[in-house]
């Protein structure tokens, strides 16, 4: 059989090859589907020769057929330190964080995001700029929103501090539609859900990560917590209204003690030792 204007008929042949690869691309036709094609092909014209490819790829659209679905790609790690000991990683994209002791932090890295959850401690991070993945760090009840940029987050159990380093960071309590957008130089914190304005503070100076904390009105128990994370024994945390107490100053972290013995000096509260672990007492 010729078919109009003279063009080549579709064979049985080819109709068999159609038939197979469709088969091998989007599994095997019903019976009554092969009728169909059979009949199509007796009434076709030339430009037919290629209808039994068209219309199986017309009926894997119309049965919803898009092949395989390819699963984003995830990967997700695990990072953490003992009290006194630090740790510094890179990350899959070139950012780096560094960790204080006692901190865990979880990483989540796949095609379309980059995000953190830091779940105890302390890290600072520096992140390698990438417009299409935001970086977004999770700390208590704060998110931190970043394209590139420097900072550092404290979580304690009282507040979320954030100082930025460098570039800008979107400071936001979680659940709330309102934040703080924190520049290079500045800080803020979350506090019950309310993000604190930023405060200035001089980037220059040395850090944890040199031994060194800016209390900047920080609750003495915050303070405790964060002592503890150098080990070498533990400090209990203090009760009210001792805890609630707001500490100024800069101080040296490597002698724990000391440091201690010396706040309470001006605060009227002793440091007692028991079996390795520090006490904090108000005079009776």
């Not at 659209?61 to 679905?69: C, E, I, K, L």
């Not at 503070?201 to 060194?212: C, E, N, S, Y």
């Not at 707001?246 to 010396?262: I, S």
Request: charged letters at 20%; one cysteine or more.
């Amino acid at each position: 059989m010729t078919a109009a204007g003279g063009a080549t008929p579709v064979s049985e042949a080819a109709l068999a090859d159609a038939l197979q690869t469709a088969a091998t691309r989007c599994g095997r036709l019903s019976d009554e589907q092969v009728r169909s094609l059979r009949r199509r092909r007796r009434s076709a014209t030339a430009a037919v020769a290629t209808a039994p490819v068209a219309i199986v790829l017309l009926f894997m659209a119309s049965d919803g057929f898009v092949g395989t679905p390819t699963a984003p790609r995830v990967a997700t790690r695990m990072f953490a330190t003992r009290a006194g000991e630090r740790s510094n990683v890179t990350l899959a994209d070139g950012s780096t964080v560094a960790l204080n002791g006692a901190t865990r932090l979880r990483i989540v890295y796949g095609d379309g995001q980059r995000s953190a959850e830091l779940l105890a401690g302390q890290a600072f991070f520096d992140v390698r700029h990438d417009v299409a993945r935001p970086f977004v760090v999770r700390a208590g009840a704060s998110e931190t929103r970043v394209l590139g940029t420097a900072f550092d987050l404290d979580l304690t159990r009282t507040q979320v501090a954030l100082a930025v380093y460098r570039g800008a960071v979107g400071f936001d309590p979680v659940g709330t539609p309102r934040g703080v957008v924190v520049r290079a130089g500045y800080r803020s914190a979350v506090r019950g859900g309310v993000a604190a304005a930023p405060t200035k503070f001089d980037t220059v100076l040395p850090d944890w990560r040199k031994g060194w904390i800016d209390t900047a009105g920080m609750r003495l128990d915050d303070l405790v917590e964060i002592l503890d994370r150098q080990g070498g024994g533990r400090i209990a945390r203090p009760t009210e209204p001792l805890a609630s107490t707001t500490v100024f100053g800069r101080f040296r972290t490597d002698h724990p003690h000391q440091l201690l013995k010396a706040i309470g000096s001006g605060f009227g509260f002793t440091v007692v030792e028991r079996q390795g672990a520090l006490t904090l007492k108000t005079a009776d």
